[in-house]
Structure formats: C-alpha cells, structure tokens
Nanobody
Framework: QVQLVESGGGLVQAGGSLRLSCAAS????????MGWFRQAPGKEREFVAA???????YYADSVKGRFTISRVNAKNTVYLQMNSLKPEDTAFYYC????????????????WGQGTQVTVSS
C-alpha cells in the first residue's frame, strides 16, 4: 500500500530553520500533487503548502515568504523548507498526496503520512 514518511521535525528556536522531507513509496509520485498540512493541539488540521505535479506551488498566507515547498520526482520526495520560524508554527506536520488537487481541504487528499513534530521555542 501507499506510504508517505515524513522526517526532519524537531525543536528549534524562533527565527531558526528546519527542512521537512516526505518520502513516498508504492505511488506514481510524478502524477500526484503533494501538500503539507499542520495541526496544533486543540486546533483543526490546516493547509500549509502544496505543489502540483508540474511544479506550481501554493501557500497559506501565514507561511508565504517564509516556507518553500519543492519536490524531486526522481527521489519520490517532497520537501518543506521552513525559515524564520515562529512559535505559532509549532504543530504536527503532515504530508499528503492527491490526484489533481492542490487546495486546502484535507478530505480531498487521498494519502497521508504519520506526521512529524515541529516545536519552535520563543
């Protein structure tokens, strides 16, 4: 079955950077749009960024200019470079895969990883 495995989370001070990775397997990766979501305790899962199979990118307003999503199809991997991190970025981060969808609705994504924790200290 399809697997998405996130890595790269951790504890960082405000203003710091982290790069998350999501490796996909048993998936025709180049045909899927990929997204990153996050969920903080007591809050709903929210859209962070997405990248189409073609490379077009989309961002939530809260991360625009600070986060960059990218993909390397040859490695079946999508990345999320996070710079200028803020305490409010603290959350569990998930990657997800969808056919022909790069929107903000989690229900539209077909496959999900288990997530990785990002904690930003002030």
């Amino acid at each position: 079955q399809v697997q998405l495995v996130e890595s790269g989370g951790g504890l960082v001070q405000a203003g710091g950077s982290l790069r998350l990775s999501c490796a996909a397997s048993r998936l025709t990766f180049s045909r899927y749009d990929m997204g990153w979501f996050r969920q903080a305790p007591g809050k709903e899962r929210e859209f962070v960024a997405a990248i189409r199979w073609s490379g077009d990118t989309y961002y939530a307003d809260s991360v625009k200019g600070r986060f960059t999503i990218s993909r390397v199809n040859a490695k079946n991997t999508v990345y999320l470079q996070m710079n200028s991190l803020k305490p409010e970025d603290t959350a569990f981060y998930y990657c997800a895969a969808a056919r022909d969808y790069t929107g903000t609705a989690p229900v539209r994504y077909d496959y999900w990883g288990q997530g990785t924790q990002v904690t930003v200290s002030s």
